[in-house]
Nanobody, 118 residues
Framework: VHVVESGGGLVQAGGSLRLSCAAS????????MGWYRQAPGKQRELVST???????EYADSVKGRFTISRINANNTIYLQMNSLKPEDTAVYFC?????????????WGQGTQVTVSS
């Protein structure tokens, strides 16, 4: 599975950005897609995920500000980020979870930088 993100950039606090992620290749076994982020000197953390049934989860720090959506037909997800804060600054990574009879495997994109200035 090949994963490609886009949409990062520089924005002022209070602004908005939309991230996109597209998965290609052996996508029939995709179970869940989502976003993680990693700030300098910190561990990678979950931001939001969405599964095949449309069930979503969000980190407490982004609830009410970020919205994840998915187009199953082309294995694409979006992360609409509103009311951005400087603490949202990080590299955002798209994650694709593939599930099969052999177990599960995670695939990652290369990451896209989001910088929020105060």
């Amino acid at each position: 599975v090949h994963v490609v993100e886009s949409g990062g950039g520089l924005v002022q606090a209070g602004g908005s950005l939309r991230l996109s992620c597209a998965a290609s290749g052996s996508t029939l076994s995709i179970n869940r897609m989502g976003w993680y982020r990693q700030a300098p000197g910190k561990q990678r953390e979950l931001v939001s995920t969405i599964n095949n049934g449309g069930r979503t989860e969000y980190a407490d720090s982004v609830k009410g500000r970020f919205t994840i959506s998915r187009i199953n037909a082309n294995n694409t997800i979006y992360l609409q980020m509103n009311s951005l804060k400087p603490e949202d600054t990080a590299v955002y990574f798209c994650n694709v979870l593939v599930r099969g009879t052999w177990g599960t495997k995670n695939f990652w994109g290369q990451g896209t930088q989001v910088t929020v200035s105060s």
